[in-house]
């Protein structure tokens, strides 16, 4: 019997509700019934925060990944993704049954984070290059989210708190939102992304590194950058951090340093009113970046205004 942590089903219930409750009261049944149609023993999970993901040992001994998801949009999006990027640089699939939020994927070993690698050069030099194996030009057929409903999201926040809400003020909202506008009506080209992918999500799995947990999004590749830039930041002056990881991505992945900047400033606004909607503390090293972002496209290529 797998015993779920406290937070983890609060968490759960708070997101899908009714649906989350149901989730959880099946949720013994829905192990017993993986471990007898994939013939596993599911071992203590990884540490959970949006799905249950655990260790699993086949009967032949080989070793698997179950991951179990309330079946939702931001579920079949990251199914989605997956198939996209068909394994090169990503986890692969083994098995899935979508109705039931169900996926069995590869397990990567070691599978230490990218956190784990000592020196930030050398580790945005891998993350760069699994960028540039990830992202894939947009299909017509692709069903996946698009940028424009980040920019709906802080559009709607914006509608709810338009004096703004500490820390994010009236003045940071209006910048960030016309930046949005700004950078989508340039049209770049748009490109199948990761959505979240940072230092948590790239995996050691023997001789390389390997991507995880897609949430999958259509957007431009300068936009795909900001999770990693914001992952595992030092404490205090983080702008000669940010500065050489900007430029790394830039020279290895010919990006455009004034949208990386600009969606920089735009995504980490974004990303303060996401946990103030959840009612979460927010990150006080991303509050402190938003300002870092400004500067340096202040510096470079001018004022944004809002």
Same mark, same amino acid.
């Given at each position: 019997?797998?015993?779920?942590?406290?937070?983890?089903?609060?968490?759960?219930?708070?997101?899908?509700?009714?649906?989350?409750?149901?989730?959880?009261?099946?949720?013994?049944?829905?192990?017993?019934?993986?471990?007898?149609?994939?013939?596993?023993?599911?071992?203590?999970?990884?540490?959970?925060?949006?799905?249950?993901?655990?260790?699993?040992?086949?009967?032949?001994?080989?070793?698997?990944?179950?991951?179990?998801?309330?079946?939702?949009?931001?579920?079949?999006?990251?199914?989605?993704?997956?198939?996209?990027?068909?394994?090169?640089?990503?986890?692969?699939?083994?098995?899935?049954?979508?109705?039931?939020? &169900? #996926?069995?994927?590869?397990?990567?070993?070691?599978? +230490?984070? @990218?956190?784990?690698? *000592?020196?930030? =050069?050398? %580790?945005?030099?891998?993350?760069?290059?699994?960028?540039?194996?990830?992202?894939?030009?947009?299909?017509?057929?692709?069903?996946?989210?698009?940028?424009?409903?980040?920019?709906?999201?802080?559009?709607?926040?914006?509608?709810?708190?338009?004096?703004?809400?500490?820390?994010?003020?009236?003045?940071?909202?209006?910048?960030?939102?016309?930046?949005?506008?700004?950078?989508?009506?340039?049209?770049?080209?748009?490109?199948?992304?990761?959505?979240?992918?940072?230092?948590?999500?790239?995996?050691?799995?023997?001789?390389?590194?390997?991507?995880?947990?897609?949430?999958?999004?259509?957007?431009?590749?300068?936009?795909?950058?900001?999770?990693?830039?914001?992952?595992?930041?030092?404490?205090?002056?983080?702008?000669? &951090? #940010?500065?050489?990881?900007?430029?790394?991505?830039? +020279?290895? @992945?010919?990006?455009? *340093?004034?949208? =990386?900047? %600009?969606?920089?400033?735009?995504?980490?606004?974004?990303?303060?009113?996401?946990?103030?909607?959840?009612?979460?503390?927010?990150?006080?090293?991303?509050?402190?970046?938003?300002?870092?972002?400004?500067?340096?496209?202040?510096?470079?290529?001018?004022?944004?205004?809002?």
């Amino acid at each position: 019997m797998v015993n779920l942590p406290t937070k983890y089903v609060q968490t759960i219930r708070k997101i899908h509700q009714e649906k989350g409750e149901e989730w959880l009261q099946n949720f013994s049944s829905l192990i017993h019934y993986c471990e007898k149609k994939w013939s596993l023993k599911v071992l203590p999970p990884f540490e959970l925060s949006y799905n249950f993901v655990a260790p699993a040992i086949k009967k032949d001994g080989g070793q698997v990944v179950l991951k179990l998801s309330v079946p939702s949009k931001e579920f079949y999006s990251e199914v989605d993704a997956l198939r996209y990027f068909a394994g090169d640089g990503m986890v692969r699939i083994i098995d899935m049954e979508l109705n039931r939020g &169900i #996926l069995i994927l590869e397990r990567l070993t070691p599978g +230490d984070t @990218l956190v784990t690698l *000592e020196g930030d =050069i050398d %580790a945005t030099k891998i993350a760069a290059g699994i960028m540039k194996t990830l992202w894939v030009p947009d299909k017509s057929d692709s069903t996946l989210p698009h940028i424009e409903e980040r920019e709906r999201s802080l559009n709607n926040f914006f509608k709810e708190h338009p004096l703004g809400k500490a820390p994010i003020t009236q003045d940071l909202l209006l910048k960030a939102i016309h930046t949005f506008r700004r950078l989508l009506d340039e049209k770049n080209e748009r490109y199948i992304l990761h959505g979240d992918l940072h230092h948590y999500n790239i995996l050691k799995a023997e001789s390389s590194w390997i991507a995880i947990d897609p949430k999958g999004l259509v957007g431009e590749r300068e936009y795909d950058t900001i999770q990693f830039l914001l992952n595992n930041l030092p404490d205090d002056n983080i702008e000669p &951090i #940010l500065s050489k990881r900007i430029g790394i991505l830039v +020279d290895k @992945l010919k990006l455009n *340093e004034r949208r =990386i900047l %600009a969606w920089g400033f735009a995504h980490t606004v974004l990303s303060i009113c996401w946990s103030l909607e959840d009612g979460e503390d927010y990150s006080e090293l991303f509050y402190k970046s938003i300002f870092v972002f400004e500067k340096l496209h202040n510096e470079k290529f001018g004022c944004l205004t809002k």
